[in-house]
């Protein structure tokens, strides 16, 4: 599975901006996507997820702000991102997993990352 990541780049605190994240390869195997991001001298966390029937998930940092989707005809995943602060700041990532009980053993994939910043 090869993942690309697009969008992002400098925007004021309060803008909106959005990701997308394009999925290719063995993307039958793939049943969660989602978006990590890492800022400086921080480790990577989880920002939202996606399930292949559509659940999400948010961290409590982002809800009400972010809204991940998915376009299966595109095989692409988007993040749009509204009211953003200056802490949201980071190197976003792209990412999918193939499940723990796929023949192949469970795996994360991983994009190539894109960097949000968020000026006051």
């Known amino acids: 599975v090869q993942l690309q990541a697009s969008g992002g780049g400098l925007v004021q605190a309060g803008d909106s901006a959005r990701l997308s994240c394009r999925a290719s390869?063995?993307?039958?195997?793939?049943?969660?996507m989602g978006w990590y991001r890492q800022a400086p001298g921080k480790q990577r966390e989880l920002v939202t997820t996606i399930t292949s029937g559509g659940t999400t998930t948010y961290a409590d940092s982002v809800k009400g702000r972010f809204t991940i989707s998915m376009d299966n005809a595109k095989n692409t995943v988007y993040l749009q991102m509204n009211s953003l602060k200056p802490e949201d700041t980071a190197v976003y990532y792209c990412?999918?997993?193939?499940?723990?009980?796929?023949?192949?053993?469970?795996?994360?994939?991983w994009g190539q990352g894109t960097q949000v910043t968020v000026s006051s």
């Open positions: 990412n999918a997993r193939r499940p723990t009980f796929s023949i192949s053993g469970g795996y994360d994939y």
């Open positions: 390869g063995s993307i039958f195997s793939i049943n969660r």
